[in-house]
């Protein structure tokens, strides 16, 4: 399977600050990036969708002036989180699809804490 | 449209028990099929998968098989260690846009304890 990275691990920050989560694809070129959040106890809720060089796609709901999504290379993606709230306190996971492919390889997550 | 249902957890066992965990999904078409498995504070790990009808996907003592008569993918282990500990996600894979997309269940937590 494929190596996914994330960073930080977690972060706290205060609100209305902003925070930018990273994601790498480290052994292979991912042409697409999923970015998920997870609440406590509960399932994964796709956010938003990241292909490389182009917008990234969002799920209904999702704002995507709040959740700014930059596919920069083609192992590169990153979601920013904007004038952080704490509703927006949780757990933010990444993954990466193979070109062509369909299985998707998922980043240890990065854990949000806003005070 | 596309779905997936687990079965409720907490799922608790003995050490060595026989494990089954039940998901059935609707889709269109003729999606793929995995199980997911996430550890205490960890991300998804991909566990097992299998991509058409009668196919079963296996790994660490794991296995489901895709059944399209009654749209299940249950997850079996035949004997469970307390390392299996964790939150098992069944999702189905749909295309949508020209690239997959997962659908996932509400996740089943397992605790298995000595």
């Known amino acids: 399977g494929a190596v996914v990275s994330q960073h930080p691990s977690w972060v706290i920050c205060k609100s209305g600050t902003s925070v930018k989560i990273e994601c790498r694809s480290l052994?292979?070129?991912?042409?697409?990036m999923f970015w998920y959040r997870q609440f406590p106890k509960q399932s994964l809720m796709l956010m938003a969708t990241?292909?490389?060089?182009?917008?990234?796609?969002?799920e209904q709901g999702v704002e995507k002036d709040k959740f700014l999504i930059n596919h920069a290379s083609l192992t590169l993606s990153t979601l920013t989180v904007t004038s952080a709230h704490p509703e927006d306190s949780s757990f933010y996971i990444c993954?990466?699809?193979?070109?062509?492919?369909?299985?998707?390889?998922f980043g240890p997550g990065t854990r949000l804490l806003v005070l | 449209g596309n779905s997936v249902t687990q079965m409720e957890g907490p799922v608790t066992l003995s050490e060595e028990a026989f494990l089954t965990i039940n998901c059935t999904y609707t889709a269109t078409g003729y999606p793929s099929l995995f199980w997911y498995v996430q550890y205490p504070g960890e991300g998804l790990q991909l566990l097992l998968k299998a991509t058409k009808a009668d196919d079963k996907g296996s790994n660490k003592g794991f296995e489901a098989t895709y059944r399209k008569e009654t749209t299940s993918f249950h997850l079996e282990k035949g004997s469970v260690q307390v390392s299996d500990s964790a939150v098992y996600f069944c999702a189905l894979s749909v295309t949508n846009g020209g690239y997959n997309k997962l659908i996932f269940g509400a996740g089943t937590r397992l605790a298995v304890h000595p």
């Open positions: 052994d292979f070129q991912a042409t697409t």
């Open positions: 990241s292909n490389e060089g182009s917008k990234a796609t969002y």
């Open positions: 993954s990466v699809l193979t070109r062509g492919g369909e299985t998707q390889y």
